[in-house]
């Protein structure tokens, strides 16, 4: 009989060498270009939606690189403080690499790269976990679709296992009680998503953030962050806010 591949044994110190490959790479990679690119900016993002980032990825190949998803590896890259620091001031960037966050190199302006990012907003159905934008109600009563025509009655089994109180009544779908779908502010539940989605309601739009950058024009280096002060007396060092939030 073959042997299962499942019963196959890796050993725990070959992983952690390949993970300590990979990070020596990755951080080879952003101290790489940082060499190469004029600018670096720290950006968030919210409700990410993978299609719609590689677009964005793939539009600004020949100007800009993306590295997200390792914050640490990138704050260590970056330098955590002055004493490690790739660049005078870099290490401030490091402190707004958090969460769902990322940096992009980029030979664009700052307003060109926005006009970009703001392209490739895309409205989306909000999925389990996601912090409801609004409060969806459904009133008792008969129960109308996304595209304001009833509901198919097929439908009625999926909103009662969904927690909705419904029947049928003489084929159509009928709501015995007000229903909240979610309310503003707390976490979309697995079936508040499912019913969302079945009733037409995109509360999630994936979105980039510019919250803060370092800008290197000609032998002058300007970062752009929060507070304003002077890094450096070394070289000719300037910091302005850009609103960070």
Same mark, same amino acid.
């Given at each position: 009989?073959?042997?299962?591949?499942?019963?196959?044994?890796?050993?725990?110190?070959? &992983?952690?060498?390949?993970?300590?490959?990979?990070?020596?790479?990755?951080?080879?990679?952003?101290?790489?270009?940082?060499?190469?690119?004029?600018?670096?900016?720290?950006?968030?993002? &919210?409700?990410?939606?993978?299609?719609?980032?590689?677009?964005?990825?793939?539009?600004? !190949?020949?100007?800009?690189?993306?590295?997200?998803?390792?914050?640490?590896?990138?704050?260590?890259?970056?330098?955590?403080?002055?004493?490690?620091?790739?660049?005078?001031?870099?290490?401030?960037?490091?402190?707004?690499?958090?969460?769902? +966050?990322?940096?992009?190199?980029?030979?664009?302006?700052?307003?060109?790269?926005?006009?970009?990012? +703001?392209?490739?907003?895309?409205?989306?159905?909000?999925?389990?976990?996601?912090? +409801?934008?609004?409060?969806?109600?459904?009133?008792?009563?008969?129960?109308?679709?996304?595209?304001?025509?009833?509901?198919?009655?097929?439908?009625?089994?999926?909103?009662?296992?969904?927690?909705?109180?419904?029947?049928?009544?003489?084929?159509? @779908?009928?709501?015995?009680?007000?229903? &909240?779908?979610?309310?503003?502010?707390?976490?979309? !539940?697995?079936?508040?998503?499912?019913?969302?989605?079945? $009733?037409?309601?995109?509360?999630?739009? $994936?979105?980039?953030?510019?919250?803060?950058?370092?800008?290197?024009?000609?032998?002058? &280096? $300007?970062? @752009?962050?929060?507070?304003?002060?002077?890094? !450096?007396?070394? !070289?000719?060092?300037?910091?302005?806010?850009?609103? @960070?939030?």
């Amino acid at each position: 009989m073959p042997k299962s591949r499942r019963d196959k044994v890796i050993s725990l110190t070959q &992983t952690k060498k390949k993970d300590r490959e990979w990070k020596g790479g990755l951080i080879e990679q952003i101290r790489e270009a940082l060499e190469t690119y004029q600018s670096v900016f720290v950006f968030r993002c &919210t409700n990410l939606r993978n299609n719609a980032f590689k677009e964005l990825k793939a539009e600004l !190949s020949e100007t800009s690189r993306f590295f997200m998803g390792s914050n640490k590896v990138i704050q260590v890259a970056l330098g955590k403080g002055p004493e490690d620091e790739q660049r005078d001031g870099l290490h401030q960037l490091s402190e707004h690499v958090r969460g769902h +966050a990322g940096v992009v190199f980029t030979d664009l302006t700052k307003a060109d790269l926005d006009a970009a990012m +703001a392209k490739y907003e895309v409205s989306d159905y909000a999925r389990t976990g996601t912090v +409801a934008t609004d409060t969806i109600l459904i009133e008792s009563g008969p129960v109308h679709g996304p595209h304001g025509g009833l509901m198919e009655h097929t439908m009625e089994p999926t909103l009662r296992k969904n927690g909705m109180p419904t029947k049928l009544n003489r084929g159509v @779908i009928e709501l015995l009680a007000d229903h &909240t779908l979610c309310k503003e502010g707390d976490h979309v !539940s697995p079936q508040g998503a499912i019913l969302l989605r079945l $009733f037409g309601h995109e509360l999630a739009t $994936f979105k980039l953030d510019l919250l803060c950058g370092w800008v290197s024009i000609c032998t002058r &280096t $300007f970062f @752009i962050a929060s507070p304003v002060q002077k890094v !450096s007396s070394r !070289s000719a060092v300037t910091i302005t806010r850009i609103g @960070i939030t």
